[in-house]
């Protein structure tokens, strides 16, 4: 059963405009969200986040959204530029015993020059 | 320079083989974790260690073997593995009572011959 879910394995977007990122969860309990990006050949890098009291967080180009009556969070890049050609992973942090993330699928976004 | 150094970066074995992966983290984090990532599939968790201790083994076949001999350290001990067990492994560290965030290392593109 997978909690956090990107269904958009892709998707491409000319330099300058809005890349929008889109992650759904199932888990109601999920308070704390985070965006990875990862390039080829790395291991992921944390982004952005954002936590369940909040309904928007901003860094730079970088603004989360957060939907919790729609389970729905989206990551917003304005204006896109070519080094942000890389997959993104939304996850959220869970405790099952353990305490660890649960990643979605990711998307892979590339910018067109 | 992530914090979190994996090696090989690169491996390719038999199905005979015996190899090792290995993590090592100098952030002062007390959690470590391997996660396997494969092609189109979400990061999958593997292994958890809190304060050296492993917490969660996630059904992961016997083939894999995780050792952490202390905080900073992590192997994953690997033996008879299959074709389709090829991905890019990654590591990760976290302080265990602070999960809004995971260092990761580069991974190790594994590939079974």
């Known amino acids: 059963d997978q909690q956090v879910k990107q269904n958009s394995p892709s998707l491409s977007v000319q330099e300058g405009r809005i890349s929008i990122l889109n992650c759904d969860y199932t888990?109601?309990?999920?308070?704390?969200f985070l965006w990875y990006k990862k390039y080829p050949a790395e291991g992921p890098t944390f982004l952005i986040s954002?936590?369940?009291?909040?309904d928007k967080n901003e860094d730079g180009r970088f603004t989360v959204f957060l939907n919790k009556s729609a389970k729905h969070l989206s990551l917003h890049i304005v204006p896109s530029q070519p080094g942000d050609s890389a997959v993104y992973f939304c996850a959220a942090p869970i405790i099952q015993g353990a305490q660890k993330l649960v990643f979605g699928q990711g998307t892979r976004l590339t910018i067109n020059p | 320079e992530t914090g979190v150094t994996q090696t090989p970066r690169h491996l390719v074995m038999g199905m005979t083989n015996k190899k090792s992966l290995k993590c090592e983290q100098h952030?002062?984090?007390?959690?470590m974790y391997w996660y396997k990532q494969s092609a189109k599939k979400p990061l999958e968790l593997m292994f958890v260690?809190?304060?050296?201790?492993?917490?969660e083994n996630n059904s992961v076949p016997s083939r894999f073997s995780p050792e952490c001999p202390n905080s900073s350290h992590l192997f994953l001990h690997l033996h008879t593995l299959q074709p389709e067990d090829s991905a890019l492994y990654l590591c990760?560290?976290?302080?265990?009572?602070?999960?809004?965030?995971?260092?990761f290392g580069s991974g190790t593109r594994l590939t079974v011959v």
């Open positions: 260690y809190n304060f050296k201790e492993q917490t």
């Open positions: 888990n109601s309990m999920f308070d704390y």
């Open positions: 954002i936590s369940s009291i909040k």
């Open positions: 952030l002062g984090h007390n959690a």
């Open positions: 990760a560290s976290s302080q265990a009572d602070r999960i809004r965030g995971y260092t």
